[in-house]
């Protein structure tokens, strides 16, 4: 950590120690029996949509890169059983943390001044055989919560500079009429599609942001914006993952696709569901793909 970002982290948000020096669930936490009751609440009609991303594997014989440049999210290897076959299936080699992936990030994925979450050196609690604390085993249990949808770009997309702000979630809430809770879950529509998202500038969210997420008790975040770029904070780059998830140990969900929420919500006249995020029960990893669920 350069001079100047130790100077800018002294008045974060931080939740280092709320559950103990050994935490591993951060803002799951949150999610008590209690707050989930609420959620199940909000499943009132049966409608459901999902918040991902759609994927088509690229076949593994096509190599790791496309002609044009980039990389593959999904490679697929058919496999035939018997012969005549008897029966098909296949080897899925996913690159998980790819933007076209709708993923959730685990708390040991991002690395801040060589400490994870909770201001744990890296090496006690994962090695090259994998994650031992704080990895996606907690989300073992699945993740069952109310959703909160903030639709900041309610009448097109945010500009490709905006840096997202505590009166933007604040003025988004008001607009949706849902008060986010302590356990809620958010989904943010910024009306762009961060499954094509090539390393260029993005709008996305600010330390600014990242705190009322903070102040909110929020357990979640799922978004089709993620950090702004270039980072609208000074010496804090990436605040999303470098406070969001090293500080707050808050589960990102990146490269989310609100987009059919969004007409959902108008049409159910509601910004609030049920949420389910049920990835497959796999230890030892920093994120896995996941296919939210909302139901109304």
């Known amino acids: 950590m350069t001079t100047q970002e130790q100077q800018a982290s002294k008045d974060l948000p931080t939740n280092v120690g709320r559950w103990g020096d050994d935490d591993e669930r951060g803002t799951l936490n949150l999610v008590t029996d209690q707050v989930r009751a609420r959620a199940v609440q909000e499943a009132r009609t049966g409608r459901t949509v999902s918040l991902a991303y759609p994927l088509r594997p690229t076949p593994l014989i096509a190599g ?8 593959v999210a999904v490679q697929q290897a058919m496999l ?6 008897i029966a098909m299936a296949e080897l899925l080699i996913t690159t998980t943390h790819h933007p076209q992936v709708t993923h959730i990030d685990a708390l040991t994925h991002t690395i801040v001044d060589g400490n994870v979450y909770p201001d744990a050196p890296l090496a006690s609690r994962a090695n090259p055989a994998g994650v031992s604390r704080g990895s996606t085993s907690i989300f073992s249990e699945g993740v069952v919560t109310r959703g909160v949808l903030l639709d900041l770009a309610p009448d097109g997309p945010l500009p490709v500079h905006h840096g997202v702000t505590a009166a933007d979630l604040d003025a988004a809430a008001r607009r949706g009429g849902a008060e986010v809770l302590p356990g809620d879950a958010i989904v943010v529509h910024g009306g762009w599609d961060s499954s094509q998202d090539t390393g260029g500038e993005f709008p996305g969210m600010t330390v600014d942001a990242v705190a009322w997420m903070h102040r909110h008790d929020v357990s979640v975040y799922l978004g089709d914006i993620r ?3 270039p980072t609208q904070d000074e010496g804090i780059p990436s605040p999303l993952h470098r406070v969001g998830i090293a500080r707050l140990g808050m589960p990102l969900v990146d490269s989310a696709n609100p987009t059919e929420l969004v007409t959902a919500c108008r049409e159910e006249g509601r910004n609030s569901f049920m949420l389910v995020i049920a990835p497959q029960r796999l230890d030892g990893a920093t994120g896995l793909p996941v296919n939210p669920i909302a139901i109304f």
């Open 64 to 71: 790791p890169t496309p002609p044009m440049g980039g990389s």
């Open 80 to 85: 035939f059983t018997g012969s005549p076959s």
């Open 227 to 229: 950090d702004a770029r």
